[in-house]
């Protein structure tokens, strides 16, 4: 096997966490591409719903944004986005919703919002989206991130979407109809909420990682679970569908459109 | 109704008005935008739920008091560089923000098209937004009890789409990837459409949406009017534009001599695509 990126590593780590026949809301960037691995590998029954309206989608090439026209062609269906939150989000048809975000608490709680005050931030982020609603009503969530201290911080800058709150139930007494985060993929592995506090800890390492590196990339104490994993490296099979994509997703985006004239 | 693009914004569009140019990330006006810019309407309330690179350069231009918005980025690049200066810097201006959810603000487009006063959801929880909006309340259930998200509809002033074809009556018909575009077409006092081409009959398509010439208050012929955004069997997304857009409006003064030679510096929407087309030749 080729040595691998963090980045292939996260997706690929991601992707055999979806279930095939599973129907999952998937966000655009990392998301994005492991939902269509997971789909090209081990799950060709997966449904894919893009926000933009396109259910049951299987793009060739990874769009750029949530809209492309790629997601309509190969889509089974497209209904307006009003019907995409309120009928299957809202009605709870949605079994796995994908999040990013810009930091992440100890809880799972996300921030995509501003980093500094809401008033006068240092940094304007692109704000909510779908997040919300998702992180409500989704069974369960995953959450990808690239680790960081900047991004894995103990206090938000501002709550986005909902996690579980202040632990300790607080997210179930509220009434969430949703699961909320069940797995964060990152650089070095994964962490997921201890059953109690609902705490997020360490649960497994990427082969070749080590608890101090993930320590030093998380600005909280970070708990190591019991039983700690190790998750197997990528599978010539998976890292070749993956390369095969983003091969072809960059060959896509490069190519010149004509202008319409 | 059927009016030049130019003679359309002129007489819909006034200054201060709430404007909602929709079509999610497929059929973006861009030409309609272009237009607003070149006749200098100022102190507009900008509603859409992704602001996009036309909403960039409207509030880049110095058109903009407000935004009603749900996420605003560059999709799949980034930020958008004048919307963050104006947030960060209050460049060229202070722009209010009105900030809502995906699903907060199509409850709103639902309500505003059905002329009822809010729109409700199970939405917003947990969440710091409420907090930081007052147009996000909590309303009971008088069945149930149940409390709910309760966000104000949105009526614009104004809604402006691009679709592929109208007929000559002004009844629109659109397919592919249509986002709020019926909701916020259905909101507005005013509707404007763009449209790739004016024919003698529609297609038959029995559940393509189509806005029937009453509730249409102008259509322009417009072929290309949601370049670089797209018209779904007309022409695709320019993701290479949206790349390019990153650098071209990181910095005010790139942004300011792009938008003066392409958009100031063009008669209309077809001598702008002539000028990249130039460029790129």
Same mark, same amino acid.
């Given at each position: 096997m080729n040595a691998c990126t963090r980045d292939e590593w996260m997706t690929i780590a991601a992707a055999r966490l979806l279930p095939d026949r599973g129907v999952?809301?998937?966000g655009i960037g990392l998301p994005s591409a492991a939902c269509n691995l997971a789909r090209l590998t081990h799950a060709p029954g997966i449904v894919l719903i893009y926000e933009s309206g396109a259910i049951g989608t299987r793009p060739d090439v990874l769009p750029l944004s949530i809209g492309d026209g790629e997601l309509a062609e190969t889509a089974?269906?497209?209904v307006p986005l009003p019907e995409v939150f309120s009928y299957y989000l809202q009605a709870g048809r949605i079994d796995i919703g994908f999040l990013g975000a810009a930091q992440i608490d100890r809880h799972g709680n996300l921030n995509s919002t501003v980093i500094g005050p809401y008033d006068a931030p240092t940094t304007r982020l692109p704000g909510a989206g779908g997040a919300p609603e998702i992180a409500q009503h989704a069974r369960q969530v995953f959450v990808m991130a690239r680790a960081s201290k900047r991004s894995f911080v103990e206090r938000l800058d501002f709550r986005t979407s909902a996690g579980y709150l202040d632990g300790h139930g607080t997210r179930a007494r509220s009434g969430a109809p949703g699961g909320g985060p069940r797995a964060v993929i990152t650089d070095f592995g994964m962490l997921a909420p201890h059953p109690q506090s609902e705490e997020l800890q360490l649960v497994a390492l990427f082969a070749g990682a080590s608890v101090e590196e993930a320590r030093a990339a998380i600005g909280w104490p970070l708990a190591v679970a019991d039983h700690l994993d190790t998750i197997a490296p990528p599978s010539a099979h998976e890292l070749d569908t993956l390369r095969a994509l983003n091969a072809r997703t960059r060959e896509a985006h490069a190519r010149p459109v004509r202008i319409p004239l | 109704m059927l009016l030049p693009l130019a003679e359309a914004i002129e007489r819909h569009v006034a200054d201060g008005a709430s404007v909602a140019l929709e079509g999610f990330t497929h059929l973006i006006p861009f030409?309609?935008?272009?237009? =607003? =810019?070149?006749q200098r309407r100022r102190d507009l309330h900008l509603i859409r739920m992704t602001p996009?690179? =036309?909403?960039d350069q409207l509030i880049g231009m110095g058109c903009a008091r407000k935004l009603t918005f749900s996420w605003g980025g560059n999709p799949g690049v980034g930020s958008l560089h004048r919307l963050r200066d104006a947030v960060e810097h209050q460049w060229p201006q202070p722009l209010e923000l009105d900030e809502h959810s995906h699903a907060g603000m199509a409850a709103a487009f639902c309500a505003g098209a059905a002329r009822l006063p809010f729109g409700m959801l199970r939405g917003y929880a947990g969440t710091d937004l409420p907090a930081h909006n007052p147009n996000i309340r909590r309303v009971q259930c008088p069945f149930t009890g149940e409390m709910l998200a309760a966000v104000p509809a949105l009526n614009p002033d104004v809604t402006i789409l691009h679709a592929q074809r109208a007929d000559r009556a002004g009844n629109v018909a659109i397919d592919g990837i249509v986002g709020a575009a019926r909701e916020a077409a259905?909101?507005?006092?005013?509707? =404007?459409?763009?449209?790739e081409e004016i024919v003698d009959a529609l297609p038959p398509a029995m559940n393509a949406i189509v806005?029937?010439?009453?509730?249409?208050s102008a259509v322009a012929a417009c072929p290309g009017g949601a370049y670089p955004s797209y018209a779904h069997g007309h022409y695709v997304r320019d993701n290479a534009f949206y790349r390019q857009w990153d650098a071209i409006a990181r910095e005010r003064s790139s942004f300011l001599a792009w938008m003066e030679q392409h958009v100031l510096g063009t008669r209309d929407h077809r001598a702008f695509l002539a000028g990249l087309q130039q460029e790129a030749a």
């Open positions: 999952c809301f998937v089974a269906c497209v | 030409a309609a935008g272009h237009e =607003i =810019i070149r996009d690179i =036309i909403y259905l909101a507005a006092k005013t509707l =404007i459409v763009t449209v806005l029937p010439h009453w509730v249409v």
